[in-house]
């Protein structure tokens, strides 16, 4: 049993109010093929609350008594003999802490008592598989009993609204996780560094990054890798990871491990021939001095959209100073004609979802401030597909995001993938070794 699930489950009932139930639905196995299944992959909400990674389970927290019930698979040795090993009902209590445990398939015949008496109902079902239960089940006190006993009018609220707030900052376990995962992908990126050239194939640097973190302990990647020579790297979520790289391009590859759950999110581009031309090392130049700028503005404090406008600014004045945007600066700003080339926000939390949940505003509307323990990408790019015919023909058919996984620190910040090269330097030393 992990304190750590207990400690926030505990949390979340904490701020509950009285006499609420609060309901986690966890994801089901879906079928690939006939009976070929896809690798499974918990709901993560249900895995920060209770660390149970089994596909078909759900979890009842109650808010006066504290009770954590746990409806999960039962044991079946035919089953398990195929398909692995399950905790059981046993095991739901003695390995993962619930008070009381039950099979999956009584959940329909005790819920409803479990919840008769509550006055707001909290549900999380991200894929809304009990979407058409809920009103039955909220009915069920009123439709049970006798006229003369008081009846429950329940609320039901998403209870996203309690965790997600709180999966934004992150304890010392998650950020262990994070770190781990990084670490991963720092690796996969430097061997695929290494490995390109032109000719090699984009699947084959692909295949190179997830043999590299399976080496330093992931189990997967955090999502598709993105691989993308050319003008390929002008889709923003290129996956197709199939066409040969060629001399003269660049190469844009966005790509995370994933570490007990928890993902790292990291871009680096290069030229294929580990040589920058120079408009390469132009348009490079621009984004790493929007990353940079917006990295050394993280600090407790500042506002989210800080950092946006910051890599827009820097930008957005350097492609004016090479010539890609025309007019006067503020007027660039003003119309933001330099979206043309930018295309996308830049950055996003990150934790057990690579584009983690938690709101960028607070109660109020406003841009939520950095607090330390926060963790979140900042991702500027810049992109000239192959038809933008306007401008020179030695900038087209080129993408460019630089990413970093970034930790606000009590006093500032931490930089968790700096040590993945990101100067024109660093990465032409890497790629063409004495």
């Keep these: 049993m992990s ?82 090993t399950r905790a059981g009902i046993e095991g739901a209590k003695l390995q ?31 894929l809304g598989r009990f979407d058409q239960h809920l009103i039955k089940w909220c009915r069920h006190q009123r439709h049970h009993s006798g006229f003369d006993i008081p009846k429950r009018y329940t609320t039901i609220t998403p209870l ?102 928890y993902a790292a999110d990291i871009t680096r581009s290069y030229p294929v021939n580990g040589q920058f031309s120079a408009a390469q090392k132009s348009i490079y130049s621009i984004v790493l001095s929007a990353l940079d700028a917006a990295i050394a503005m993280v600090k407790p404090g500042t506002p989210w959209h800080q950092l946006y406008d910051t890599c827009m600014q820097v930008m957005a004045e350097g492609l004016l100073n090479i010539g890609l945007l025309e007019g006067d600066l503020d007027e660039i700003m003003a119309k933001e004609s330099y979206k043309r080339f930018t295309v996308h926000k ?15 505003h607070d109660s109020d509307g406003k841009w939520r401030t950095l607090s330390q323990g926060m963790v979140f990408t900042i991702e500027p790019g810049i992109y000239i597909p192959t038809d933008a015919l306007d401008v020179p023909v030695e900038y087209r058919g080129m993408g460019i995001r630089i ?22 330097a660093e990465i032409e030393s890497l790629m063409n070794p004495l």
């Design 3 to 84: 304190d750590v699930h207990q400690q926030r489950r505990a949390a979340v009932l904490a701020k509950l109010p009285s006499n609420s139930i609060a309901i986690v639905v966890g994801y089901q196995q879906k079928v690939r093929s006939k009976n070929i299944k896809y690798h499974f992959r918990q709901d993560n909400d249900f895995l920060y609350l209770t660390g149970f990674a089994e596909p078909d389970a759900v979890a009842v927290l109650e808010k006066e008594s504290g009770r954590y019930h746990l409806f999960c698979r039962p044991k079946d040795p035919a089953q398990e003999t195929s398909f692995g």
């Design 96 to 126: 993962f802490g619930a008070d009381n445990a039950y099979a999956i398939d009584e959940l329909e015949k005790t819920l409803p008592s479990l919840i008769n008496n509550c006055d707001h109902l909290y549900i999380s079902d991200e």
């Design 160 to 261: 996203a609204s309690i965790i997600h707030p709180m999966r934004v900052v992150k304890g010392p376990d998650e950020l262990a996780h994070i770190r781990s995962a990084v670490t991963a992908s720092i690796a996969g990126h430097n061997a695929v560094m290494r490995a390109c050239k032109p000719g090699i194939n984009e699947r084959e640097l692909a295949a190179l990054f997830d043999f590299t973190i399976a080496q330093h302990g992931c189990n997967e990647v955090a999502y598709p890798n993105i691989v993308a020579g050319g003008n390929n790297a002008c889709c923003l979520h290129y996956e197709d990871n199939c066409s040969p790289l060629q001399q003269g391009q660049m190469l844009l590859i966005d790509a995370g491990g994933e570490y007990q759950h």
């Design 346 to 360: 830049t950055g996003h939390w990150l934790g057990m979802d690579v584009h983690d949940v938690g709101p960028y």
């Design 403 to 424: 990413e970093d996984d970034i930790l606000v620190t009590d006093e500032g910040h931490e930089n968790l993938s700096k040590s993945l090269p990101r100067t024109v």
